[in-house]
């Protein structure tokens, strides 16, 4: 990722041009280190998309993300297109280059950061320079005061937001800042369905929203759906898959077999989300028929024995039912009254004050989380609407609240998104699994060997961390709505890290057993080999027949097997104990990656080797079963043909475990040369802007750089009519 900015750009794009009503969308931007380059590079992307979206719109684009539309080789002379098209292709292409020329020109600049940080152009300072102590920002860009498009047509809002950061408090990362996003956003615009999408992931089908709107909107078990999640494709990953980067097995097999019980697991991104069901609230239970307590008179007959008094405690209970929801429509009815006056004193009605405790103390927000199908209050004015913005990001909102415990994305993990559906489906929620024969997002992956462990080693902590924790699947949720099968998945998506143990043993002994000269397994009877051949020949029959429902070739499977050994052996070992250690002693540990030469090709950073701790687990295995074939070789050699025939066997075990680790010994030693050095651009988070005009914004000087991976793109989706 050479232009991380540029990358962002491209996403907000995508969406902004997705094919969706523009007034039901909103996009919010989550700039979590207070970066004024992210803050400028929205600026211009906000100027271009005036032009992009009626291109994509007019034309029917695809991708509608311009950096990968235009690196598309299409002839389009040939298929004799359109000359009208063909024009206005080339003098966007032209408008896209200089956008590029000016992203790339504000990432040049925010190199030198100046000694007394950044100001902007009124002379004051800019409330980000202080990466961890700064204000809460909010900027809206677009959707506002009269922007449209080159063409008069209204354009979706565009929001750039960064939560307040102060010394001494716990922000929770990924997962506070996605809260905090659904909080303004509940303020500003409330849409009753969200779509969270990695800032490294575009939009591949534009399509892809009606689609899982499709799920959502079902009359029939569309209000049990909590979300629907997308597979995730990858861009810039070459046609061999050393490292198992596209992870086709996961995401074609289990996450489609899981569809068929509960639904899919949340991985992160490329999810729709429906509000109410982040909120913490139970999925609605299905009307059942008016059931009979015996069997003694047909149906219709209402005379029956206790028919009576059933339908007694089912008035009774319709008349609870209407009492409390008269009661809440109370309570939104007196807490409109009081946005208004904001800083006034607070209704005291009792349902308000039970709101505040679960939700903080925001009126206008207890107010949207009422609002079923999403909109905002009518009488709320543009500037009370983004103070209470301001207000629901601060770092004290959260205090004796229940965000990040019931609601929202749930903390106590780095893996926040498995734990955040597994709450879901704990309340009865269902979730859905949608493949489009389009992929709908793509996105860019680590490829090179250490950043590929880095990443399943962040994967298996978290999963040790929900394995560690109360809401560990194999103890937590009994007797609410999570089904059995459901159950095992999660268990299974947590457990794995201690497989690592086995494997090692595993990877071991045959090396051993050449060294010993030893066999690894012993005699057994024919019974035995049987039932051996039985279970190795069940196991082989379920990969193929999983590898044709899921329509994964063999070539892909076979990377999964060996990146699982790779991983298996490094990562997942190292997560264990770190997450021990981390969880039982309070020890954080880390390990550090350095860079080292690179390829020049157009894969290089699948070549680059970085050298860390992670590496030294699999380097062992690998030398010592590479010595021992070496040793068992040389021994038979010395010892003549009759020991040749025992040999075969141990060679099977240790060369399988080689075979196993090939990808890791070919990216070690095969393809580590001499190249220029390769910079990555990291991008410094920022807060939002507050402005209470709710729209007029200054241009603004460049930041420093930070991550990249800490910015978030949340889009809002209304209910289509």
């Given at each position: 990722?050479?232009?991380?900015?540029?990358?962002?750009?491209?996403?907000?794009?995508?969406?902004?041009?997705?094919?969706?009503?523009?007034?039901k969308?909103?996009?919010?931007?989550?700039?979590?280190?207070?970066?004024?380059?992210?803050?400028e590079?929205?600026?211009?992307?906000?100027?271009?998309?005036?032009?992009?979206?009626?291109?994509?719109?007019?034309?029917?684009?695809?991708?509608?993300?311009?950096?990968?539309?235009?690196?598309?080789?299409?002839?389009?002379?040939?298929?004799?297109?359109d000359?009208?098209f063909?024009?206005?292709?080339?003098?966007?292409?032209?408008?896209?280059?200089?956008f590029?020329?000016?992203?790339?020109?504000?990432?040049?600049?925010?190199?030198?950061?100046?000694?007394d940080?950044?100001?902007?152009?009124?002379?004051?300072?800019?409330?980000?320079?202080?990466?961890?102590?700064?204000?809460?920002?909010?900027?809206?860009?677009?959707?506002?005061?009269?922007?449209?498009?080159?063409e008069?047509?209204?354009?979706?809002?565009?929001?750039?937001?960064?939560?307040?950061?102060?010394?001494?408090?716990?922000?929770?990362?990924?997962?506070?800042?996605?809260?905090?996003?659904?909080?303004?956003s509940a303020?500003?615009?409330?849409?009753p369905?969200?779509?969270?999408?990695?800032?490294?992931?575009?939009?591949?089908?534009?399509?892809?929203?009606r689609?899982?709107m499709?799920?959502?909107?079902?009359?029939?078990?569309?209000?049990?759906?909590?979300?629907?999640?997308?597979?995730?494709?990858?861009?810039g990953?070459?046609?061999?898959?050393?490292?198992?980067?596209?992870?086709?097995?996961?995401?074609?097999?289990?996450?489609k077999?899981?569809?068929?019980?509960?639904?899919?697991?949340?991985?992160?991104?490329?999810?729709?989300?429906?509000?109410?069901?982040?909120?913490?609230?139970?999925?609605?239970?299905?009307k059942?028929?008016?059931?009979?307590?015996?069997?003694?008179?047909?149906?219709?007959?209402?005379?029956?024995?206790?028919?009576?008094?059933?339908?007694?405690?089912?008035?009774?209970?319709?008349?609870?039912?209407?009492?409390?929801?008269?009661?809440q429509?109370?309570?939104?009815?007196n807490?409109?009254?009081?946005?208004?006056?904001?800083?006034?004193?607070?209704?005291?009605?009792?349902?308000?004050i039970?709101?505040?405790?679960k939700?903080?103390?925001?009126?206008?927000?207890?107010?949207?989380?009422?609002?079923?199908?999403?909109?905002?209050?009518?009488?709320?004015?543009?500037?009370?609407?983004?103070?209470?913005?301001?207000?629901?990001?601060?770092?004290?909102?959260?205090?004796?609240?229940?965000?990040?415990k019931?609601?929202?994305?749930?903390?106590g993990?780095?893996?926040?998104?498995?734990?955040?559906?597994?709450?879901?489906?704990?309340?009865g929620?269902?979730?859905?699994?949608?493949?489009?024969?389009?992929?709908?997002?793509?996105?860019?992956?680590?490829?090179?060997?250490?950043?590929?462990?880095?990443?399943?080693?962040?994967?298996?902590?978290?999963?040790?961390?929900?394995?560690?924790?109360?809401?560990?699947?194999?103890?937590?949720g009994?007797g609410?709505?999570?089904?059995?099968?459901?159950?095992f998945?999660?268990?299974?998506?947590?457990?794995?890290?201690?497989?690592?143990?086995?494997?090692?043993?595993?990877?071991?002994?045959?090396?051993?057993?050449?060294?010993?000269?030893k066999?690894?397994?012993?005699?057994?009877?024919?019974?035995?080999?049987?039932?051996?051949?039985?279970?190795?020949?069940?196991?082989?029959?379920?990969?193929?027949?999983?590898m044709?429902?899921?329509?994964?070739?063999?070539?892909?499977?076979?990377?999964?097997?060996?990146?699982?050994?790779?991983?298996?052996?490094?990562?997942?070992?190292f997560?264990?104990?770190?997450?021990?250690?981390?969880?039982?002693?309070?020890?954080?540990?880390?390990?550090?990656?350095?860079?080292?030469?690179?390829?020049?090709?157009?894969?290089?950073?699948?070549?680059?080797?970085?050298?860390?701790?992670?590496?030294?687990?699999?380097?062992?295995?690998?030398?010592?079963?590479?010595?021992?074939?070496?040793?068992?070789?040389?021994?038979a050699?010395?010892?003549?043909?009759?020991?040749?025939?025992?040999?075969?066997?141990?060679?099977?075990?240790?060369?399988?475990?080689?075979?196993?680790l090939?990808?890791?010994?070919?990216?070690?030693?095969?393809?580590?040369?001499?190249?220029?050095?390769?910079?990555?651009?990291?991008?410094?988070?920022?807060?939002?802007?507050?402005?209470?005009?709710?729209?007029?914004?200054?241009?603004?000087?460049?930041?420093?750089?930070?991550?990249?991976?800490s910015?978030?793109?949340?889009?809002?989706l209304?209910?289509?009519?």
């Amino acid at each position: 990722m050479k232009e991380p900015p540029l990358i962002t750009a491209n996403t907000v794009l995508s969406i902004l041009a997705v094919d969706y009503p523009i007034e039901k969308v909103a996009c919010y931007v989550s700039d979590d280190g207070a970066a004024m380059l992210t803050f400028e590079a929205l600026s211009e992307t906000s100027e271009f998309a005036r032009k992009w979206v009626p291109f994509c719109k007019r034309f029917s684009i695809e991708p509608r993300a311009p950096e990968w539309y235009f690196a598309q080789r299409v002839d389009y002379l040939k298929d004799k297109v359109d000359p009208a098209f063909i024009r206005e292709r080339r003098a966007m292409k032209r408008e896209y280059e200089e956008f590029k020329v000016r992203i790339n020109g504000l990432v040049a600049t925010a190199q030198k950061v100046p000694e007394d940080g950044w100001t902007m152009q009124d002379g004051t300072p800019w409330p980000g320079n202080n990466v961890r102590d700064h204000p809460g920002m909010i900027q809206v860009f677009l959707g506002h005061n009269g922007v449209h498009d080159v063409e008069g047509n209204e354009l979706p809002r565009l929001v750039y937001v960064s939560r307040e950061k102060r010394p001494g408090f716990d922000h929770h990362k990924k997962a506070g800042a996605m809260n905090s996003l659904v909080r303004v956003s509940a303020i500003i615009t409330n849409a009753p369905y969200m779509l969270n999408v990695d800032c490294d992931h575009y939009i591949n089908n534009s399509k892809a929203l009606r689609e899982a709107m499709c799920f959502m909107m079902d009359p029939t078990s569309g209000k049990k759906i909590c979300y629907v999640q997308f597979p995730q494709r990858f861009d810039g990953i070459d046609r061999h898959d050393r490292y198992s980067n596209r992870n086709v097995v996961f995401f074609d097999i289990n996450m489609k077999g899981l569809d068929g019980i509960q639904g899919p697991i949340y991985v992160g991104t490329g999810c729709v989300f429906r509000r109410q069901a982040l909120y913490g609230y139970d999925a609605p239970m299905k009307k059942k028929p008016p059931g009979r307590t015996c069997n003694c008179l047909p149906k219709w007959c209402c005379c029956c024995c206790r028919s009576k008094k059933k339908n007694k405690k089912s008035k009774s209970n319709e008349k609870k039912k209407s009492k409390d929801a008269s009661k809440q429509i109370h309570a939104l009815e007196n807490i409109e009254e009081g946005i208004e006056g904001i800083d006034n004193e607070k209704s005291a009605l009792m349902p308000q004050i039970k709101f505040e405790k679960k939700f903080g103390q925001s009126s206008v927000f207890i107010a949207s989380t009422l609002m079923e199908d999403g909109g905002v209050p009518k009488r709320a004015s543009s500037a009370s609407l983004l103070k209470e913005a301001i207000h629901v990001i601060s770092c004290g909102y959260e205090d004796k609240t229940e965000w990040g415990k019931e609601i929202g994305w749930i903390y106590g993990s780095v893996t926040e998104d498995i734990l955040t559906g597994f709450k879901m489906h704990c309340h009865g929620w269902r979730s859905v699994y949608c493949m489009p024969k389009r992929p709908a997002f793509k996105g860019s992956a680590p490829i090179n060997l250490s950043d590929r462990l880095h990443q399943v080693l962040r994967w298996a902590l978290g999963s040790v961390e929900i394995l560690l924790s109360r809401h560990c699947p194999i103890w937590y949720g009994y007797g609410c709505g999570l089904k059995w099968l459901e159950r095992f998945s999660y268990i299974n998506s947590i457990v794995y890290p201690l497989t690592s143990i086995p494997l090692i043993a595993y990877c071991t002994l045959p090396a051993v057993c050449l060294l010993t000269g030893k066999f690894i397994v012993p005699e057994i009877s024919n019974y035995a080999s049987i039932i051996f051949m039985a279970l190795f020949i069940s196991i082989a029959a379920t990969g193929i027949l999983e590898m044709q429902w899921g329509h994964v070739g063999i070539h892909d499977w076979w990377r999964n097997e060996q990146f699982w050994v790779i991983g298996g052996a490094s990562a997942h070992l190292f997560a264990l104990f770190q997450g021990l250690l981390k969880v039982l002693a309070g020890v954080n540990t880390n390990f550090t990656v350095t860079s080292k030469a690179a390829d020049d090709g157009e894969f290089s950073d699948l070549y680059l080797f970085k050298w860390t701790s992670l590496l030294i687990p699999p380097m062992t295995l690998l030398i010592i079963n590479i010595i021992g074939v070496v040793v068992g070789i040389s021994d038979a050699i010395n010892n003549g043909y009759e020991t040749w025939g025992p040999l075969f066997g141990r060679l099977f075990f240790a060369l399988w475990v080689i075979v196993h680790l090939y990808p890791f010994l070919k990216g070690w030693l095969g393809e580590t040369r001499q190249a220029s050095h390769h910079h990555c651009c990291l991008v410094d988070t920022s807060s939002f802007c507050f402005n209470t005009s709710m729209g007029s914004h200054q241009p603004i000087c460049v930041e420093r750089w930070h991550c990249l991976r800490s910015l978030r793109v949340g889009l809002q989706l209304r209910l289509m009519t």
